[in-house]
């Protein structure tokens, strides 16, 4: 059963509670104002120059941003949670933590998610006390590293082993603990930005090294947790940073308290700016979901690896594509396991494996494993290495079937979830189901850190809202599928090309399992990242010139021509008009920039004949079979479960 969005109160009721919330907050900021002494706070500020304050200030709500962030991921699949709503989140509470006495605000976390999503209570309590310890647990390991007495590369080192034993044993012992690399990135982040903008004004304000203002913004952070006795005239906030300040360095609590006020009064101000952007900001709602039975939705909830297809497929047949190359420790076992996650399979399937010039013995495996499962596995050897676009497309060329899965060879994705994938592309009348691996178990330089950077520059060029484009599990309709030519290293835009013949609303994304390389040695690195940026050009060039190049060309041709014809007709009035233009360089620029524009005017036109003469031909393959593939009947080569 759907969960039900809550219902909004009457404008009046809303208006009202505007202006209760309004008033609480200035009062709390004019007790806040009258505990401290603003006198000294103006008299620290003229101290420090204007774009100190400015970058303070610009770190300061990059924290917010990050802490947003964190939220973001934290319900984005509970939540329909943009950044607008939550930023909104992230600064209304963090405004109320500051302004409230004894942590009260706490409960406005709890109140916002509860009034508008219908996020329970509980639910709640948990995300906010796991948000909190990750909080302490980041400090703690800040705060181990500025205190260890030894060389810097010490305490980095000593902070990092404190972040894996964080982020790898702790959510072992409890689900309070958070395991997400994701969020702790964005923590981190947060308290970096934040700690570092509150450090930098108290070095100009104080006669200290940057271990001691580090201390001393650690400290004003910590003082809300730590039972300190404040001097008279200043708050928790001030005391934190004398005590901070003092632990490493000789000044008096005097001389520190004015930077201390300086500081916490800048944070509050610029809080509570975040906090009347914020006002502005969408409310939070439910993500929608689909009216479906009380079963369907508990599987939508329902952990990756536990998932099932349900209901009922449509008749249809599947063929699997697996390209490999030199992956001889793992080709059989790859066979073995799409054969026992598809034995049940109700629908008759194929599986086709293309050797992309292998040479460690891929093909001999490829061939003995598939002679032991049945004419329904076939091999399509490769005449050399065409890499791994040109291998997919020999695969699909040779699939026969109404539905195309293609997946890699390596034993990182799993066969399991080629039904739920399949499932979903025929319930949901899709032309693609895209893998989103959430849980990737790759390195972090070598395969995570470029397939990030790619999948960035591909949703930016393409406008596609993919997640994760570098996935090789893909569910296809085959119909649409067959009417695009993969070339290059285009297997990563195959979403991009199908947007050419079909709708990005007939496409979704899918979670995964991803499992970390069990043999056999990866072939992707870091050069990847700069193919794939060429063939970013290439992709853009062909989506959005592909069928008409002579616009491209012609453009750039004519705004050449134009510019050098603009620039000779000038030095013809100035010769006109006597003057020599002889020696001027302008005439050189003027009469290249038109010779630019007629060849690239020219370019157009030949690649416009070009374009029509290939259009008049059959489609070209990017790849040679050593010898082609063996003419099945339409009922040959299938496997259908056995009947009982």
Same mark, same amino acid.
């Given at each position: 059963?759907?969960?039900?969005?809550?219902?909004?109160?009457?404008?009046?009721?809303?208006?009202?509670?505007?202006?209760?919330?309004?008033?609480?907050?200035?009062?709390?900021?004019?007790?806040?104002?009258?505990?401290?002494?603003?006198?000294?706070?103006?008299?620290?500020?003229?101290?420090?120059?204007?774009?100190?304050?400015?970058?303070?200030?610009?770190?300061?709500?990059?924290?917010?941003?990050?802490?947003?962030?964190?939220?973001?991921?934290?319900?984005?699949?509970?939540?329909?949670?943009?950044?607008?709503?939550?930023?909104?989140?992230?600064?209304?509470?963090?405004?109320?933590?500051?302004?409230?006495?004894?942590?009260?605000?706490?409960?406005?976390?709890?109140?916002?998610?509860?009034?508008?999503?219908?996020?329970?209570?509980?639910?709640?309590?948990?995300?906010?006390?796991?948000?909190?310890?990750?909080?302490?647990?980041?400090?703690?390991?800040?705060?181990?590293?500025?205190?260890?007495?030894?060389?810097?590369?010490?305490?980095?080192?000593?902070?990092?082993?404190?972040?894996?034993?964080?982020?790898?044993?702790?959510?072992?012992?409890?689900?309070?603990?958070?395991?997400?690399?994701?969020?702790?990135?964005?923590?981190?982040?947060?308290?970096?930005?934040?700690?570092?903008?509150?450090?930098?004004?108290?070095?100009?304000? /104080?006669?200290?090294?940057? %271990? +001691?203002?580090?201390?001393?913004?650690?400290?004003?952070?910590?003082? *809300? !947790? =730590?039972? $300190? @006795?404040?001097?008279?005239?200043?708050?928790?906030?001030?005391?934190?940073?004398?005590?901070?300040?003092?632990?490493?360095?000789?000044?008096?609590?005097?001389?520190?308290?004015?930077?201390?006020?300086?500081?916490?009064?800048?944070?509050?101000?610029?809080?509570?700016?975040?906090?009347?952007?914020?006002?502005?900001?969408?409310?939070?709602?439910?993500?929608?979901?689909?009216?479906?039975?009380?079963?369907?939705?508990?599987?939508?909830?329902?952990?990756?690896?536990?998932?099932?297809?349900?209901?009922? /497929?449509?008749?249809?047949? %599947? +063929?699997?594509?697996?390209?490999?190359?030199?992956?001889?420790?793992? *080709? !059989? =076992?790859? $066979? @073995?396991?799409?054969?026992?996650?598809?034995?049940?399979?109700?629908?008759?399937?194929?599986?086709?494996?293309?050797?992309?010039?292998?040479?460690?013995?891929?093909?001999?495996?490829?061939?003995?494993?598939?002679?032991?499962?049945?004419?329904?596995?076939?091999?399509?050897?490769?005449?050399?290495?065409?890499?791994?676009?040109?291998?997919?497309?020999?695969?699909?060329?040779?699939?026969?079937?109404?539905?195309?899965?293609?997946?890699?060879?390596?034993?990182?994705?799993?066969?399991?979830?080629?039904?739920?994938?399949?499932?979903? %592309?025929?319930?949901?009348?899709?032309?693609?189901?895209?893998?989103?691996?959430?849980?990737?178990?790759?390195?972090?330089?070598?395969?995570?850190?470029?397939?990030?950077?790619?999948?960035?520059?591909?949703?930016?060029?393409?406008?596609?809202?993919?997640?994760?484009?570098?996935?090789?599990?893909?569910?296809?309709?085959?119909?649409?599928?067959?009417?695009?030519?993969?070339?290059?290293?285009?297997?990563?835009?195959?979403?991009?090309?199908?947007?050419?013949?079909?709708?990005?609303?007939?496409?979704?994304?899918?979670?995964?399992?991803?499992?970390?390389?069990?043999?056999?040695?990866?072939?992707?690195?870091?050069?990847?990242?700069?193919?794939?940026?060429?063939?970013?050009?290439?992709?853009?060039?062909?989506?959005?010139?592909?069928?008409?190049?002579?616009?491209?060309?012609?453009?750039?041709?004519?705004?050449?021509?134009?510019?050098?014809?603009?620039?000779?007709?000038?030095?013809?009035?100035?010769?006109?008009?006597?003057?020599?233009?002889?020696?001027?360089?302008?005439?050189?620029?003027?009469?290249?920039?038109?010779?630019?524009?007629?060849?690239?005017?020219?370019?157009?036109?030949?690649?416009?004949?070009?374009?029509?003469?290939?259009?008049?031909?059959?489609?070209?393959?990017?790849?040679?079979?050593?010898?082609?593939?063996?003419?099945?009947?339409?009922?040959?080569?299938?496997?259908?479960?056995?009947?009982?």
């Amino acid at each position: 059963m759907n969960p039900q969005i809550p219902a909004i109160p009457a404008p009046g009721v809303m208006s009202a509670l505007r202006w209760l919330t309004s008033l609480l907050g200035i009062a709390a900021l004019a007790w806040i104002l009258n505990s401290i002494d603003l006198a000294q706070a103006l008299q620290a500020w003229r101290g420090v120059p204007l774009w100190v304050w400015m970058l303070c200030a610009l770190g300061l709500v990059g924290s917010h941003v990050c802490r947003a962030g964190r939220l973001m991921h934290e319900w984005r699949n509970r939540v329909s949670m943009h950044w607008g709503a939550a930023w909104r989140l992230s600064v209304r509470h963090s405004a109320w933590v500051v302004l409230a006495p004894l942590r009260a605000g706490e409960g406005i976390y709890l109140w916002t998610l509860k009034r508008e999503a219908g996020i329970g209570l509980r639910e709640a309590s948990v995300s906010l006390m796991r948000l909190r310890l990750q909080d302490a647990l980041t400090l703690s390991i800040i705060t181990a590293g500025a205190v260890y007495p030894g060389p810097w590369p010490g305490r980095v080192l000593l902070m990092f082993a404190l972040l894996i034993v964080c982020i790898t044993g702790l959510p072992r012992l409890s689900p309070l603990f958070d395991a997400s690399r994701v969020r702790w990135i964005w923590a981190i982040s947060n308290w970096a930005l934040k700690l570092t903008a509150i450090a930098m004004p108290l070095l100009w304000m /104080l006669p200290v090294e940057p %271990l +001691s203002a580090g201390l001393a913004a650690l400290g004003g952070e910590l003082a *809300a !947790a =730590l039972p $300190l @006795q404040p001097p008279a005239g200043l708050g928790p906030y001030e005391a934190g940073v004398i005590l901070g300040m003092q632990w490493h360095s000789d000044l008096a609590w005097q001389s520190i308290a004015a930077a201390a006020i300086a500081v916490h009064l800048l944070s509050l101000l610029v809080t509570l700016f975040c906090a009347c952007v914020a006002a502005m900001m969408p409310r939070l709602r439910l993500s929608p979901l689909p009216d479906t039975s009380t079963e369907e939705t508990i599987s939508a909830l329902t952990p990756v690896s536990e998932r099932h297809i349900q209901g009922h /497929l449509l008749q249809h047949h %599947l +063929s699997v594509v697996v390209p490999m190359f030199n992956e001889a420790e793992n *080709a !059989a =076992l790859q $066979l @073995q396991d799409i054969g026992e996650a598809l034995a049940d399979y109700p629908m008759p399937w194929e599986l086709i494996v293309v050797d992309d010039g292998s040479t460690d013995g891929t093909s001999r495996a490829l061939r003995a494993q598939a002679l032991l499962m049945g004419e329904h596995v076939r091999v399509l050897e490769l005449s050399r290495n065409f890499r791994q676009t040109a291998a997919m497309q020999a695969g699909i060329d040779a699939a026969r079937g109404d539905v195309i899965v293609t997946m890699d060879g390596d034993r990182q994705n799993d066969p399991r979830d080629i039904p739920r994938l399949v499932a979903r %592309l025929l319930d949901e009348d899709l032309d693609l189901v895209a893998g989103w691996r959430q849980e990737r178990q790759d390195g972090l330089l070598i395969r995570k850190l470029p397939s990030w950077v790619a999948n960035r520059l591909i949703r930016k060029v393409s406008g596609l809202k993919f997640q994760d484009l570098g996935c090789s599990l893909k569910a296809f309709r085959g119909s649409v599928l067959r009417q695009v030519r993969l070339y290059g290293e285009m297997h990563r835009f195959i979403p991009a090309w199908l947007a050419t013949v079909t709708s990005p609303g007939r496409m979704a994304e899918e979670p995964v399992n991803h499992h970390a390389r069990r043999a056999g040695h990866s072939k992707y690195g870091l050069s990847r990242t700069f193919r794939v940026m060429v063939d970013l050009l290439a992709m853009v060039y062909f989506l959005r010139f592909g069928t008409r190049p002579g616009h491209f060309f012609g453009g750039i041709g004519l705004a050449f021509a134009a510019a050098g014809t603009a620039i000779l007709a000038y030095l013809v009035v100035l010769k006109m008009l006597g003057e020599s233009i002889g020696g001027r360089p302008l005439l050189w620029l003027g009469f290249f920039a038109v010779l630019a524009g007629v060849q690239m005017l020219t370019t157009g036109v030949l690649a416009e004949i070009l374009m029509r003469t290939y259009v008049d031909r059959q489609a070209a393959r990017s790849y040679h079979l050593r010898a082609e593939p063996t003419q099945l009947s339409p009922d040959q080569g299938w496997y259908a479960e056995p009947r009982r």
